[in-house]
């Protein structure tokens, strides 16, 4: 299956497309972002221990070019990447690919800043060490038992964004700006730990039921 077939499927952005997600790996992950009138993806920065590695493979209207390719800085910001989030047309399909480290110490962290005087409002900081490093914690992002790990950054950005969106963090304690409310629904963090949740559930539902029909 190549990268457009399975984007054109995903459920959301930075998908990790193969199930290799353990200490060493590669890990390639498809972002499909595309503009509209109804969209608004926000901003926010994402900091990562290990490199990143962004590659285009289609886009138009977008700050990224058509076949580039980028080392992005460990620290750094995350938005459409759309010249015009609102335009019909405008799309970007890349992959941001990051190796999993093999020692302890793998971390990241999502931070929003506010609008207007810049401060942070947020740092969302965890430990995202991957299964097989010394560090590594089965029920950090999941449930022990899970057959279908969930990606460390996709749980991160469920747990960023609620605590982004609270009156409390949203509201800038520096300047006192109402921060806008960020939209969940293009970047679909919550589908796809939701629907890992329920891959899992589901799973776990025929090994019980097959059990006690065959004893
Ligand atoms: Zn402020």
């Known amino acids: 299956m190549s990268i457009y077939e399975s984007m054109a499927k995903s459920n959301a952005q930075l998908m990790p497309i193969f199930p290799y997600d353990e200490a060493g790996a590669m890990v390639p992950c498809g972002a499909m972002l595309y503009g509209g009138e109804d969209r608004f993806h926000g901003h926010f920065f994402h900091w990562n221990t290990v490199s990143e590695i962004l590659v285009a493979w289609g886009s138009s209207d977008a700050m990224i070019a058509t076949g580039s390719f980028m080392a992005t800085q460990p620290f750094h910001g995350v938005n459409s990447f759309l010249k015009d989030e609102k335009k019909d047309?405008?799309?970007a399909l890349v992959t941001i690919t990051q190796r999993q480290s093999s020692e302890a110490g793998q971390r990241e962290a999502l931070t929003a800043k506010c609008a207007s005087c810049k401060k942070d409002l947020i740092k969302f900081e965890y430990d995202s060490a991957p299964l097989g490093a010394p560090d590594y914690d089965a029920?950090?992002?999941?449930?022990?038992?899970?057959?279908?790990?969930?990606?460390?950054t996709q749980w991160g950005g469920v747990e960023f964004v609620k605590l982004r969106n609270s009156d409390e963090v949203r509201v800038c304690a520096n300047c006192g700006h109402e921060n806008y409310l960020f939209d969940l629904k293009p970047w679909g963090w919550d589908r796809l730990y939701n629907q890992?949740?329920?891959?899992?559930?589901?799973y776990h539902a025929l090994q019980t039921s097959a059990k006690e029909v065959l004893g």
């Open 89 to 91: 047309g405008a799309f």
């Open 139 to 152: 029920t950090a992002f999941g449930d022990a038992d899970d057959v279908f790990r969930q990606f460390s």
């Open 196 to 202: 890992t949740k329920i891959s899992n559930a589901a």
